[in-house]
């Protein structure tokens, strides 16, 4: 079925004539839905600290950091920012001229609102001869909203959502990367250094790389830190090969095979690649101004704190197991760790014969760990935490999108319409084991929860293989810890006019 052609493909690709062999057969057999235990909540398996623990927390992640321990703050930021602007960009080709939906009525009856407002009302004078509000008077709202998406103007429609103007300042507008900055040195610094890491699009990482050698002198002045700022690309070993309706290679029209972006949990690679004891991982849109900040600083040092806590206690139970010097009691007491604490379930647990048992706990505390932040459910779309059973018949938590939740099943439709909480992609990360070796994090994937959606190119139909995701499928076999943190740490911008909310003014 490969061609000479197609193994050099895949050569300059990285890519092995095996994994394209799996990859199409995982188009002809789907990927099994998973099997659900419950919803998690408060009761099952949500912590929600007191105001004292809270606190305990915050001294136990200062502790932590003040051992010199190396942080990172990992932020997704490949998005282009296109998907933002999507009613915008129908309004520029409809066949009216003046603001007819709710959307676009709001947007430019608030337009002086936006961050970017400023800098809008330049292009338009330079495009137009005249300014944002004298294009409006005479009625020309398309040349508003083209100068705000074209190429000419502030090229909105292209760039990454990172380099769009989000929030006011009296001193200037900050975008996204900004914030993230800010939010390094407040939470994520160790001994004055902040470490951020960014994963951008190859098209857009000049421009990225630019606009950061701009501001970050600003930022390490005003909060005393040096920061060292990295970046990654998705690799192009881990793009898929897109497939037919039947089941074969898709091919360009240059007879060439069509490979893919592998959507997100690509990035475990490039997490992989990271060196440090503790990585906290946010979307690059999940940003608030300063004067919202207080709130998002000390949960993330809260969820950091629980994460450190742990992982001490973890790395304990595995030096004891590793001693062989344990009494029963002990063992009852690393039983109850696992299950309770890191909410990791197995039913015939006592039936284990003591040597089995021991295996069976050094595997389940020798792993990668996770703290999420879940939020009170809202109806926001995305993933859900969830009590799901593993490949080894354990039962532990998991984030599930809902396209691998089995629709046809009332019961676990009713968990996840029902469910309490809601994932806001709020992780912090240990990925070191207790010998301070980096975890293999490609080795925790599991390869059963990619998807398959359908697509086209060039008017021809074709299937799309998305990998497990990076907090779905691609950290299944880690640690993982649910906690509930305060909605207004969560303010995704979806739409262009989500800028208007409270929460980013």
Wanted: proline content about 4%.
């Amino acid at each position: 079925m490969l061609s000479p052609k197609d193994l050099e493909q895949l050569a300059q690709k990285g890519i092995t004539p095996e994994q394209i062999e799996v990859q199409l057969n995982q188009f002809k057999t789907g990927f099994p839905f998973l099997k659900l235990d419950s919803a998690a909540s408060i009761e099952h398996g949500i912590v929600a600290p007191t105001a004292e623990e809270q606190q305990k927390y915050i001294a136990a992640w200062e502790a932590y950091k003040a051992e010199g321990k190396k942080v990172v703050k990992f932020v997704p930021a490949s998005g282009a920012a296109s998907r933002m602007f999507k009613d915008i960009f129908s309004f520029t080709t409809a066949d009216y001229d003046v603001p007819t939906t709710d959307f676009e009525k709001k947007y430019f009856a608030d337009i002086h609102k936006f961050a970017f407002f400023d800098a809008l009302d330049e292009v338009c004078q330079k495009n137009n001869g005249k300014g944002v509000d004298a294009l409006i008077a005479e009625g020309n709202y398309k040349a508003v909203a083209l100068n705000m998406l074209s190429k000419e103007g502030l090229n909105y429609g292209q760039l990454p959502k990172g380099m769009l103007l989000f929030h006011s300042y009296a001193e200037g507008a900050r975008t996204p990367m900004e914030e993230h900055l800010v939010e390094a040195a407040l939470y994520a610094s160790s001994d004055k250094k902040a470490n951020v890491h960014f994963t951008v699009s190859h098209e857009h990482l000049p421009f990225f790389k630019q606009r950061v050698a701009d501001k970050q002198q600003m930022y390490a002045d005003k909060y005393g830190v040096t920061y060292d700022i990295s970046f990654s690309e998705q690799k192009s070993s881990t793009d898929t090969i897109a497939a037919n309706p039947d089941g074969t290679p898709f091919r360009n029209e240059d007879d060439t095979l069509l490979f893919r972006p592998g959507g997100h949990g690509a990035l475990i690679e490039n997490l992989n690649d990271i060196d440090a004891d503790v990585v906290f991982i946010k979307n690059i849109d999940n940003v608030v101004p300063d004067r919202l900040k207080q709130s998002t600083v000390d949960y993330k040092q809260i969820i950091a704190g629980i994460l450190v806590d742990l992982q001490k206690k973890a790395f304990g139970y595995l030096e004891l197991l590793n001693s062989g010097k344990y009494t029963h009691e002990q063992i009852e007491e690393i039983i109850r760790f696992v299950q309770h604490d890191l909410c990791c379930r197995k039913q015939d647990i006592k039936e284990l014969e003591d040597a089995d048992l021991v295996i069976y706990l050094k595997n389940k505390l020798n792993r990668p760990m996770r703290v999420c932040g879940v939020v009170k459910n809202v109806g926001e779309p995305g993933g859900g935490p969830f009590n799901t059973y593993n490949q080894d018949g354990t039962v532990s938590l998991q984030i599930l999108e809902s396209s691998q939740i089995d629709k046809t099943n009332a019961e676990y439709m009713e968990m996840f319409t029902k469910g309490t909480h809601f994932n806001p992609v709020d992780l912090v990360c240990a990925v070191k084991d207790y010998k301070g070796e980096k975890f293999n994090l490609p080795q925790y994937v599991d390869k059963t929860t990619g998807f398959i959606s359908q697509k086209s190119k060039n008017g021809k139909d074709l299937q799309a293989l998305e990998l497990p995701g990076l907090w779905n499928g691609a950290m299944s076999d880690w640690n993982t810890i649910f906690v509930e943190v305060p909605l207004e740490t969560f303010n995704p911008v979806k739409t262009v006019n989500d800028l208007l909310r409270d929460a980013h003014q």
